[in-house]
């Protein structure tokens, strides 16, 4: 399972790329003006900083709605590293968007993924990965889970290459049972991925261990 950070904080992405097990980087308009980076510009320069920082993959997200807008933006962030990988939202116009990318070889994250229809039809497109937003369906009492199982069972029936990029994850047990389920990444905060480091009984055996060296030098 590829695990991807879900923040355009530099920090966190070096924290998670210093315990040498992250794969890449989801980041998204909110993510952005939540670190204060605004503007085209900023935001191009700062999406270079994090390919620079991370060996991984780096999906950039579209503002515009129509095609001819995204093809004008997708064409902007490739230049900016062979890392970037173009996020577009599951709309018609993103869907005809990410068909023509992947016939021009760009990789595409189709995002806002809330269905198992919208993500057959981001497949069909040809995107790279496709991401299910998993915590915004549990926060409205539906099966987030439940969804990537589905889409899990749609790609492997029809062989589709298209990745499942489990996102919105909000804590360790989405990232296990998506790993249970075989969603193929995951995108969550680095609050999730560290979360995977705690058990009580790690902490009381190794205090337990090293007070018993102490004991005897
Ligand atoms: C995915 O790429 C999105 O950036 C993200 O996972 C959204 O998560 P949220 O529901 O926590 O905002």
Redesign the pocket.
Known sequence: MKFFI?TANLDEIKEAQDMGILDGV???P??MAKEGITGADNILAHYKKICDLVDGDV?AEVISTDFEGMVKEGEKLVKISPQIVI?VPMIKEGVKAIKYFSDKGYRT?C?LVFSSGQALLAAKAGATYV?P?I??LDDISTDGLGLIADIRLIYDNYGYETQILA????HVMHIIDCAKIGADVM?GGLSSITGLLKHPLTDSGLEKFLADYKKGN
């Open positions: 879900d989801t980041t998204n909110s993510l999906s996020k994250n995002t991401s937003f915590g915004r996102a919105s994850v909000r995108t």
